[in-house]
T-cell receptor, first 113, second 113 residues
Framework: AQSVTQPDIHITVSEGASLELRCNYS??????LFWYVQSPGQGLQLLLK??????LVQGIKGFEAEFKRSQSSFNLRKPSVHWSDAAEYFC???????????FGKGTHLIIQP | DTAVSQTPKYLVTQMGNDKSIKCEQN?????MYWYKQDSKKFLKIMFS???????INETVPNRFSPKSPDKAHLNLHINSLELGDSAVYFC????????????FGSGTRLTVV
């Protein structure tokens, strides 16, 4: 069965510092991988996605993620966080088709002034 | 122009009632989904549906039923509501291939009292 693990439930980062959110997956082939962000009381916004090709993917709001097949990882990074980045971040995978997304449990990002 | 829209945004109802949540997408996608986000923010797929098949997550009680009048709409009917049904329900859509990504609605917060 496919699964997504986000090992960090909460992460606290100072404003202006760099950020890395971890994501590991289990899937029998190369999955489609996604990062979504959810601000309090809001829906899910797609930050970036990986299907194939270049393993370093650029997204919106200055985020990037790197797919590492050997480590079954798809970590999200940002060089300098802003207070507005405080939110819940979800890593997800899909095998394509109509199976939809399998989500990790999310990482709650707190930004310290 | 909202890509995936859900109504209502909030729904408060008593145990035992029957309720529906509506979802519409204007993206021309051929597959639609319902997800449930529980109090711990965990997101789990409930259904996926395109014009060919309905895929049901086996853990979903049969009190929940999706109904699709056409390709752009997927409504969620819930019978005999229980306290444990309180959650945020998200509608989403994609092309069946999944390569275009998945677009989510803003969610419906259901509270059963």
């Amino acid at each position: 069965a496919q699964s997504v693990t986000q090992p960090d439930i909460h992460i606290t980062v100072s404003e202006g510092a760099s950020l890395e959110l971890r994501c590991n997956y289990s899937y029998g082939a190369t999955p489609y991988l996604f990062w979504y962000v959810q601000s309090p009381g809001q829906g899910l916004q797609l930050l970036l996605k990986y299907f194939s090709g270049d393993t370093l993917v650029q997204g919106i709001k200055g985020f990037e993620a790197e797919f590492k097949r050997s480590q079954s990882s798809f970590n999200l990074r940002k060089p300098s966080v802003h207070w507005s980045d405080a939110a819940e971040y979800f890593c997800a995978l899909s095998g394509g088709g109509a199976d939809g997304l399998t989500f990790g449990k999310g990482t709650h990002l707190i930004i310290q002034p | 122009d909202t890509a995936v829209s859900q109504t209502p945004k909030y729904l408060v109802t008593q145990m035992g009632n029957d309720k529906s949540i509506k979802c519409e997408q204007n993206l021309g996608h051929d597959t639609m989904y319902w997800y449930k986000q529980d109090s711990k923010k965990f997101l789990k797929i409930m259904f996926s549906y395109n014009n060919k098949e309905l895929i049901i997550n086996e853990t979903v009680p049969n009190r929940f039923s999706p109904k699709s009048p056409d390709k752009a709409h997927l409504n969620l009917h819930i019978n005999s509501l229980e306290l444990g049904d309180s959650a945020v329900y998200f509608c989403a859509s994609s092309q069946t291939t999944g390569t275009g990504g998945y677009t989510f609605g803003s969610g419906t917060r259901l509270t059963v009292v």
